[in-house]
Nanobody, 113 residues
Framework: QVQLVESGGGLVQAGGSLTLSCVVS????????MRWYRQRPGSQREWVAH???????TYATFMEDRITVSRDNDGNTVYLQMNGLNPGDSGTYFC???????WGQGTQVTVSS
């Protein structure tokens, strides 16, 4: 079955950086488009970034100058590097496979001021 396991979250001070990882199993990862989402407290889940099998990337405008999404097809892993974090970035970050309704448990990001 499809499994997605996110990791790399944690507590960081404002201005800091984190790199999130998402290991995917149960699919042919290299041919799948992957997305990152986040859910901030009291808010709906929102799309953050997108990467295609050919490494074409797209970013949400609210973070596009501070994040980089990448993938390692040999390791079935998608990454989200985040810089210049601020308290408004706090929340749970999830990865997902485009076209499939599978979600991991997410990884918690907390940014202190």
């Amino acid at each position: 079955q499809v499994q997605l396991v996110e990791s790399g979250g944690g507590l960081v001070q404002a201005g800091g950086s984190l790199t999130l990882s998402c290991v995917v199993s149960g699919i042919n990862f290299s041919i799948k488009t992957m997305r990152w989402y986040r859910q901030r407290p009291g808010s709906q889940r929102e799309w953050v970034a997108h990467i295609t099998p050919s490494d074409t990337t797209t970013y949400a405008t609210f973070m596009e100058d501070r994040i980089t999404v990448s993938r390692d097809n040999d390791g079935n892993t998608v990454y989200l590097q985040m810089n210049g974090l601020n308290p408004g970035d706090s929340g749970t970050y999830f990865c997902t496979v485009v076209g499939m309704d599978h979600w991991g448990q997410g990884t918690q990001v907390t940014v202190s001021s």
